[in-house]
């Protein structure tokens, strides 16, 4: 079964500073997706970015970039210039890759981002 | 485009009564839909995943005729509590599946039902 561990339960930065979120999976399969969702107080998940597992190429999108690392099955996750917008839970998830539309999202237990002013 | 609504967002029942919660997608067919059970502080936790017409395939620990699903159409599904007791209380979230072109599927949130049960 596919297990995904995110080992910081809480993370705290600086306003306008970087911030990097570690996540880590394990699997056995070699078609799959990986994923960053961010829960703000409201509880809405909201995807952040996602990487294919055979792009090489690191995902980016504005302020948020990854670290893919697949050999080490590591997917981590780079705020920079933090804002106070950015204080949520965090969840990483990985998702196997399939042609049926069904498969389902594995949740890491997620870490805690606090933005200080 | 992509909306996923939850109906109610907080429910409050008593003991022994049964609720339901629906999960619509508002501009785009759902494929498949999935059921996540999420306690405070805690991350979600895949209940069930529900295709269009078809049975509802329950997670290993989840009862399914406690937490039944029905997929009705594309576009709604639901999950009624059956006989609700207080340990059920916890946040419930639906998503809906729609196919994503090279990510071949992709899952978008509802905002989630608090379901207390007194």
């Known amino acids: 079964a596919q297990t995904v561990t995110q080992s910081q339960p809480e993370m705290s930065v600086q306003e306008a500073e970087t911030v990097t979120l570690s996540c880590t999976y394990d699997t056995s399969e070699s078609d799959y997706y990986l994923f960053w969702y961010k829960q703000p107080p409201s509880r809405q998940m909201i995807l952040v970015i996602r990487q294919e597992a055979y792009k090489q190429q690191n995902a980016t999108e504005n302020r948020f970039s990854v670290n893919f690392q697949k050999a080490a099955k590591s997917f981590s996750l780079k705020i920079s210039d933090s804002q106070l917008g950015d204080a949520a839970m965090y969840f990483c998830a990985y998702r196997r890759g399939s042609n049926f539309g069904n498969e389902k999202l594995t949740f890491g237990t997620g870490t805690r981002l606090t933005i200080i002013p | 485009g992509a909306v996923v609504s939850q109906h109610p967002s907080r429910v409050i029942c008593k003991s022994g009564t049964s609720v339901k919660i629906e999960c619509r997608s508002l501009?785009?067919?759902?494929?498949?839909m999935f059921w996540y059970r999420q306690f405070p502080k805690k991350s979600l936790m895949l209940m069930a995943t529900?295709?269009?017409?078809?049975?509802?395939?329950?997670e290993q620990g989840v009862e399914k005729d406690k937490f039944l699903i029905n997929h009705a159409s594309l576009t709604l599904s639901t999950l009624t509590v059956t006989s609700a007791h207080p340990e059920d209380s916890s946040f419930y979230i639906c998503?809906?599946?729609?196919?994503?072109?090279?990510?071949?599927?992709?899952?978008?949130f509802g905002p989630g039902t608090r379901l207390t049960v007194l």
């Open positions: 529900s295709n269009e017409g078809s049975k509802a395939t329950y």
């Open positions: 998503s809906a599946g729609r196919l994503a072109g090279v990510f071949g599927h992709e899952q978008f």
């Open positions: 501009d785009f067919q759902a494929t498949t």
